[in-house]
Every structure is written in C-alpha cells, then in structure tokens.
T-cell receptor
Framework: GQQLNQSPQSMFIQEGEDVSMNCTSS?????WLWYKQDPGEGPVLLIA?????ELTSNGRLTAQFGITRKDSFLNISASIPSDVGIYFC????????????????FGKGTKLSVKP | GAVVSQHPSRVICKSGTSVKIECRSL??????MFWYRQFPKKSLMLMAT???????TYEQGVEKDKFLINHASLTLSTLTVTSAHPEDSSFYIC??????WGGGGTDTQYFGPGTRLTVL
C-alpha cells in the first residue's frame, strides 16, 4: 500500500527556534494536509495544499506542496511553548489502489517537545 | 469554521457490552464521514467510511460485524463497538469533509475531538 514517510519522528525545540519537518511519498499526491494533535484531542487542520508548488502560510506556519507532488514540508518560525504536540502530514493520492475512495493517508507524526 | 463533535469523549465499559459513539458535523453537512482508530503514540488508522443512506465501506482487516456504522443523516454518523473486549480499547476519532468534497478546495477533512474507549 501507499505510505508516507514523515521526518523527523521527534524533535526538541527551544523557544524562538525555527522548526522544519517534511513528508515524502513514493507516489503522486493531489492534496497535502498538515494537522496538529494535542494529547487526548483530535487532529486540528493547520494548512491545506492543493496545487504543486503552492506555498501557504497560517500565522507562523508555512507549508509547501512539492513540485514533484511527492513531498511537502511544514515550517514553524519563532516557536513558542504551545507549539508542542504531534504534527501529522496527510495526503490524498492521485490514484487510489483499493480501500475507500479518497481516504487520506497519514504520516506517522512528528512529536515536538520543549528542550529540558 | 467546520466543527465536528463526538460523544461521549470518554467511556469505560465492561467486556461483552456494546458501546455507541456519535459523530456530528455541527455547522455543515457531510454525506461521508470517516472513522479512525489511534493507538498510543501511533498514527491514525482508517477503519471505515460512513456513507449517508448506504452501507459503510470497511478497510481491510476491520470486522464489519464488530464495528457497526450507521450514517442516519447528513450530520450524524454512529459507530457501535459490539461485544467489546479489552483489545478494543483505543482512541476513536471521526472526521468529515464538507459537502462537495472530492475535488478542488474542499478536499479536506475536519476531525472530531475523539472518544477514549476503555474496556475492562
């Protein structure tokens, strides 16, 4: 089946630092979504991308839909303590091989923690 | 924005009982809703797609008789875990794309806050 590789798996941040994470796939995606999940909560949509090359910002967050349509990155600038949580990328493949039509495929998440 | 609610947020039940979880889209209609399961520190696993007015579509390996799905209206889908066992304990999350999903700018899903099921 299709998979998304999300990296890094985890990272520690110091307040004020910029953070970067990315997702890659082996096949073409026509939608990339970035979510944040806090403990015990459902994922919250941060940014949605629909076109190759698209660069979209949401406050201190910036995400891009890769030109090849096989990757996306999320940047967080000037991180603050409330940025900690788990960030998931998700994508909808251009071609669906089995399963439910249009189902999202999720990365395994990037856990953001505060440096001790 | 698009708001999805789930009820209950947390449930503890005895082994062998059935538990119903509701997923509601509060400010939009959804002909399709998705049910996910998430284990601790893991990603979301799609269980099934709930379709208003027709049968749900289950992912491979998910028992349809175990996880009953009903999409009664354009704003409500329910997941019933039948004869629950401790291994069914998990975090269940629903999501819904607004009507018109399937292409263009509405190709997104909004998630509910999740339901923590604990089976004793």
């Amino acid at each position: 089946g299709q998979q998304l590789n999300q990296s890094p798996q985890s990272m520690f941040i110091q307040e004020g630092e910029d953070v970067s994470m990315n997702c890659t796939s082996s096949s073409i995606f026509n939608t990339w979504l970035w979510y944040k999940q806090d403990p015990g909560e459902g994922p919250v949509l941060l940014i949605a991308l629909y076109k190759a090359g698209e660069l979209t910002s949401n406050g201190r967050l910036t995400a891009q839909f890769g030109i090849t349509r096989k990757d996306s990155f999320l940047n967080i600038s000037a991180s603050i303590p409330s940025d900690v949580g788990i960030y998931f990328c998700a994508g909808r493949p251009l071609l669906i091989y089995g399963g439910s039509q249009g189902n999202l495929i999720f990365g395994k998440g990037t856990k953001l923690s505060v440096k001790p | 924005g698009a708001v999805v609610s789930q009820h209950p947020s947390r449930v503890i039940c005895k082994s062998g009982t059935s538990v119903k979880i509701e997923c509601r889209s509060l400010d939009f209609q959804a002909t399709t809703m998705f049910w996910y399961r998430q284990f601790p520190k893991k990603s979301l696993m799609l269980m099934a797609t709930s379709n208003e007015g027709s049968k749900a579509t289950y992912e491979q390996g998910v028992e349809k008789d175990k996880f009953l799905i009903n999409h009664a209206s354009l704003t409500l889908s329910t997941l019933t875990v039948t004869s629950a066992h401790p291994e069914d304990s998990s975090f269940y999350i629903c999501s819904a794309p607004p009507l018109g999903w399937g292409g263009g700018g509405t190709d997104t899903q909004y998630f509910g806050p999740g339901t923590r099921l604990t089976v004793l």
